[in-house]
Nanobody
Framework: QVQLVESGGGLVQPGGSLRLSCAAS????????TGWFRQAPGKERQFVAA????????RYTDSAKGRFTISRDKANNTVYLQMNSLKPEDTAVYYC?????????????????WGRGTQVTVSS
């Protein structure tokens, strides 16, 4: 069974940075895609970024391009989301998700495995 555990959230001032981690276990992830999603109160879950374990291809939502970077550490089965130039509108619970295959889907219902999330609050 795939398990995903997020960490690294917290309170940061506007313009600051955070690095989220997603530790994955239970599978060999070479044929998986891992994504980051976020959900703010009263809003739908939103795609942020995704990465293919094999090859490292990435995809970002427009609001993340140029500010966020998704990466993976194969040796430690961990996916990271480096977030820079954070804005108050980035405040949300951030979830890590995984799916078997190679397509970098943006739709949350394409992902089979989910972590419990980590809170990110951007406020002065």
């Amino acid at each position: 069974q795939v398990q995903l555990v997020e960490s690294g959230g917290g309170l940061v001032q506007p313009g600051g940075s955070l690095r989220l981690s997603c530790a994955a276990s239970g599978r060999t992830f070479s044929s998986y895609v891992t994504g980051w999603f976020r959900q703010a109160p009263g809003k739908e879950r939103q795609f942020v970024a995704a990465i293919r374990w094999s090859g490292g291809s990435t995809r970002y939502t427009d609001s993340a391009k140029g500010r966020f970077t998704i990466s993976r550490d194969k040796a430690n089965n961990t996916v990271y989301l480096q977030m820079n130039s954070l804005k108050p509108e980035d405040t949300a619970v951030y979830y890590c998700a995984a799916k078997y295959g190679t397509m970098l889907y943006q739709l949350s219902d394409r992902y089979d495995y989910w972590g419990r999330g980590t809170q990110v609050t951007v406020s002065s």
